[in-house]
Nanobody, 115 residues
Framework: QVQLVESGGGLVQPGGSLRLSCAAS????????MSWHRQAPGKQRDVVAH???????NYADSVKGRFTISRDNAKNTVYLQMNSLKPEDTAVYYC?????????WGQGTQVTVSS
């Protein structure tokens, strides 16, 4: 059973930065892809960024140039560096992994951008 544990959320002022971490119970290189999603109150869960096995990454238009997804294979961890945060980035952020066995989700971490 794959377990994903997110950390790093919190309260930050507009323009600030946070780095989210997602620690996986298995080797991240074994996953076909890993991604970060977010869900604001009353809204659907949307993908923010994903990284596939070859290391290439893609981003939602709303975060391009501000967020960076990366992977540390030795630590079995995926990160989401978030810079120039805006109030509209406020949401619960979820880590997800896709393997041949299916898609797995973490429990989520709250990010609140407010002055």
């Amino acid at each position: 059973q794959v377990q994903l544990v997110e950390s790093g959320g919190g309260l930050v002022q507009p323009g600030g930065s946070l780095r989210l971490s997602c620690a996986a119970s298995g080797s991240v290189v074994s996953f076909l892809a890993m991604s970060w999603h977010r869900q604001a109150p009353g809204k659907q869960r949307d993908v923010v960024a994903h990284i596939i096995n070859d290391g290439s990454a893609n981003y939602a238009d709303s975060v391009k140039g501000r967020f960076t997804i990366s992977r540390d294979n030795a630590k079995n961890t995926v990160y989401l560096q978030m810079n120039s945060l805006k109030p509209e980035d406020t949401a619960v952020y979820y880590c997800s992994a896709v393997s041949v066995g299916g898609r797995y989700w973490g429990q989520g971490t709250q990010v609140t951008v407010s002055s």
